[in-house]
C-alpha cells in the first residue's frame, strides 16, 4: 500500500475552510436546533472560531437528542445555554444581555419548526427568544426534508423572515439523510462561513477614506498623575468597525483603551490632544469623512512637573490651558472632508448639539446624553439624536454596535 505523504502546503491549499480565515472578530450565537445535520455544527463551531469569532451556542431541546451540550461545551470553552429558566445561567449573563452581546445569531441547522416559531415571532424556548431580544442580524441554515422544505407553510414562513431581513442561508440540494433527494441539506460549513462574511460586509462606503478618533486623551500633571475622562473608545472603535465593512480605508486614532484594534483598521494610538490634532492633522487632507467620537480633554496642565507633586499644602491649584480644537482645525481646512462630531451633554442636549454643529462646521452631529446609566461614556448601548442643519432623528437605545451601523448609513447617504 502506498502512503501519500502531504506537505503542510498540499494541507492548506486543499482545505476549503482557508478562503474563510479573515479575521471577522464576532461575538457569534450559534443556535443549534433538532435535525441530523447538527452533527456539523460542531465542524461550524470551529470554523466560526477560526474567523476570529467567540462562539456561544444555545441548543434547544430536540437538540440535544443529535449531539451533546458537552461537545460544544469543550470546543467553544463556553457552557451551551439551553433554558431560559436556568437561573443560574441568568445570574451570569441573563437572556437579553446575550442577545445584546451577539454580533449575529446564526441558527444552523435551522429546522422548520424552529423556522415557524421565528415566522410568527414566538418565544417558547431561549433561542426564540434571544431571536426576538436581539438587535443583531439574524441568519438561519434550514437543514430538512425536500418535502418539508417545499411545503408551501415552510415557504411562506421563510418569506416572512426575508421580508424580516432574516438572512436564509441555502439550504443545498443532494442526498439526504433520510434517503430521499432534493433540497433540504444544510449548506457546507465552507459556504456558511462564507455567507457570513457577507451578512456583514456592504459597499456603501467602498473606496472611502475615513478618518476616526476615538477614546479620552491623557494629560500629564506630572511623572504618575494624569487628566483624563470616561470615554472607553467604544463608539468609535464601532464605527471604525462598521466604516471597514461598509468597505472604507479606516484609520483610526484612538487615545488610551483596553479595545481590541478592529480587522483591516490602520490605527494611531495616541496620548494627549496635541498629539490626537497633530495625527489627524496629517492624515486627513486627502480623507472623505472625518468622525470625530474621542472625548478630547478641552485642557491640559500648562506644565508637566517633571518631579512628582508632593502634598505640601492643603489645597493645590493647577493651572489648565486650552487645547486645539480638532473639529475646528479640520474644519478650517481647504479641502474639508465631510465632519461629524458627537455632542456629550448632560442638558438641553439638542439646543447644544445644533449650537456645536454650526460653530464647529460638522455636517452631522450626534447628541448624547451622558447623565444616564445605560448611555453614553463607557456602556455597551447609547440613545442619541441625530442631527444635520436641515434634520433631525431621535433614535431608540440600542447598542454601540447597532448605532454605528445607522450612523455610517447616514453618512453614507450624503457621500
Ligand atoms: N472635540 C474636538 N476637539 C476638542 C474638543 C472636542 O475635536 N478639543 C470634538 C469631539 O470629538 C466631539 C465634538 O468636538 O466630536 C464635541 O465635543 P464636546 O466635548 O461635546 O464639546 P466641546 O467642544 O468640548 O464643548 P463643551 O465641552 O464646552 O461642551
Known amino acids: 500500500m502506498r502512503v501519500k505523504f502531504f506537505k503542510d502546503k498540499d494541507l492548506t491549499s486543499d482545505f476549503r475552510y482557508n478562503r474563510a480565515m479573515k479575521k471577522l472578530n464576532k461575538h457569534i450565537i450559534l443556535g443549534v436546533t433538532g435535525g441530523i445535520a447538527a452533527y456539523k455544527s460542531a465542524e461550524l463551531l470551529r470554523r466560526l472560531q477560526d474567523t476570529g469569532a467567540t462562539v456561544q451556542v444555545v441548543m434547544t431541546e430536540a437538540a440535544k437528542e443529535f449531539i451533546t451540550p458537552l461537545t460544544f461545551q469543550a470546543l467553544s470553552g463556553r457552557a451551551v445555554r439551553d433554558d431560559l429558566f436556568d437561573s443560574a445561567a441568568e445570574a451570569g449573563m441573563g437572556h ?126 506630572d511623572p504618575v498623575r494624569y487628566l483624563t475622562n470616561y470615554s472607553s473608545g467604544k463608539m468609535g472603535f464601532a464605527l471604525a468597525e462598521a466604516a471597514v465593512e461598509a468597505g472604507a480605508f479606516v484609520t483610526l486614532i484612538a487615545g488610551p483603551t483596553v479595545l481590541d484594534t478592529p480587522n483591516k483598521v490602520e490605527r494611531i494610538n495616541i496620548e494627549t490632544a496635541v498629539e490626537m490634532n497633530a495625527r489627524v492633522l496629517e492624515h486627513v487632507e486627502d480623507c472623505d469623512i472625518f468622525i470625530g467620537s474621542a472625548a478630547v480633554a478641552d485642557y491640559r496642565p500648562s506644565e508637566i512637573q517633571t518631579k512628582k507633586i508632593k502634598k505640601t499644602n492643603d489645597t493645590l491649584t493647577l493651572e489648565l490651558i486650552r487645547n486645539p480644537d480638532i473639529i475646528k482645525n479640520v474644519s478650517a481646512l481647504k479641502n474639508k472632508p465631510f465632519i461629524v462630531g458627537f455632542a456629550a451633554e448632560t442638558n438641553d442636549i439638542i439646543a447644544a448639539a445644533k449650537n456645536k454643529l454650526v460653530n464647529k462646521g460638522m455636517d452631522l452631529i450626534i447628541a448624547n446624553d451622558i447623565g444616564r446609566k445605560d448611555s453614553g461614556f463607557d456602556v455597551d448601548s447609547n440613545e442619541v439624536t441625530i442631527l444635520s442643519e436641515e434634520y433631525q432623528e431621535a433614535m431608540p437605545l440600542m447598542s454601540k454596535k447597532l448605532l454605528a451601523k445607522k450612523i455610517i448609513e447616514m453618512i453614507a447617504k450624503e457621500n
Open 96 to 221: 437579553i444581555e446575550l442577545a445584546r452581546w451577539a454580533d449575529l445569531i446564526l441558527v444552523a441547522p435551522a429546522t422548520a419548526d424552529f423556522i415557524a416559531d421565528l415566522a410568527q415571532g414566538r418565544a417558547g424556548h431561549l433561542l426564540s427568544t434571544l431571536c426576538l431580544a436581539t438587535d443583531a442580524p439574524i441568519a438561519v441554515a434550514p437543514a430538512m426534508n425536500h418535502q418539508m422544505w417545499h411545503n408551501t407553510v415552510t415557504q411562506q414562513n421563510l418569506s416572512q423572515l426575508a421580508d424580516r431581513n432574516i438572512h436564509v442561508l441555502g439550504p443545498a440540494a443532494g442526498h439526504q439523510a433520510c434517503g430521499e433527494t432534493g433540497y433540504g441539506r444544510m449548506l457546507d460549513v465552507p459556504d456558511l462561513v462564507d455567507s457570513i462574511e457577507g451578512i456583514f460586509a456592504n459597499d456603501l462606503l467602498a473606496g472611502k477614506r475615513v478618518v476616526i478618533t476615538a477614546g479620552p486623551t491623557r494629560e500629564a500633571l
